[in-house]
């Protein structure tokens, strides 16, 4: 049973247009969202986080929106460039009272930034 | 300097083997994490650890064992080994506190039994 989804496996975009990423979740115990990206044979890494009391978390090129009702988030990337062409993972964790909680990622979205 | 690291980046070994693949962070991370990725791409837990408690998800075999000897480092031990341990493995860290449940994550450990 996925509790996080992430529907497209890729996604072509033009450089300098904007990109976006979206993420669906159904375990309504998720509190912490985040999005990692991932060039292959390295390591996830972290891009940009939101606790689920906000909608909205913004870091340079980046933001992510979150609709708790919807149980929905993405990932806006504007403008995007041929460095952003990797894997991107959404993830979740039930993590409010702190502690050793494991992620749960999605699938992962191939992002290709196109010159 | 590397957050997070893992040797080695390669393993191929024989089925019945036993192997450990070592993990280090010098973050100052109370709490250390063990990933899966398999054939599918999925990454899913298989354990979290911290100086308190180990928390092992229950579809793991008890084939894998953790073993800390110290904050900075989470290393996984895995006896008999089978095919279907063929993955990437991933070790990551975070504080562990509320509000900074980030995890970072090594480069990943590539396994290959055949």
């Known amino acids: ?115 | 300097d590397t957050a997070v690291s893992q040797t080695p980046k390669y393993l191929v070994t024989q089925m019945g083997n036993d192997k450990s693949i070592k993990c280090e962070q010098n973050l100052g991370h109370d709490t250390m994490y063990w990933y899966k990725q398999d054939s599918k791409k999925f990454l899913k837990i298989m354990f979290s650890y911290n100086n308190k408690e180990l928390i092992i998800n229950e579809t793991v075999p008890n084939r894998f064992s953790p073993k800390s000897p110290d904050k900075a480092h989470l290393n996984l031990h895995i006896n008999s080994l089978e095919l279907g341990d063929s993955a990437v493995y991933f070790c990551a860290s975070s504080q562990g506190l509320p509000g900074q449940e980030t995890q970072y994550f090594g480069p990943g450990t590539r396994l290959l039994v055949l």
């Open chain 1, 1 to 115: 049973d996925q509790q996080v989804k992430q529907n497209s496996p890729s996604l072509s975009v033009q450089e300098g247009r904007i990109s976006i990423l979206n993420c669906d979740y159904t375990n309504s115990m998720f509190d912490y969202f985040l999005w990692y990206k991932k060039y292959p044979a390295e390591g996830p890494t972290f891009l940009i986080s939101i606790s689920s009391i906000k909608d909205k978390n913004e870091d340079g090129r980046f933001t992510v929106f979150l609709n708790k009702s919807a149980k929905h988030l993405s990932l806006h990337i504007v403008p995007s460039q041929p460095g952003d062409s990797a894997v991107y993972f959404c993830a979740a964790s039930e993590n409010s009272g702190g502690g050793a909680d494991g992620l749960t990622f999605g699938k992962g979205t191939h992002l290709i930034i196109q010159p």
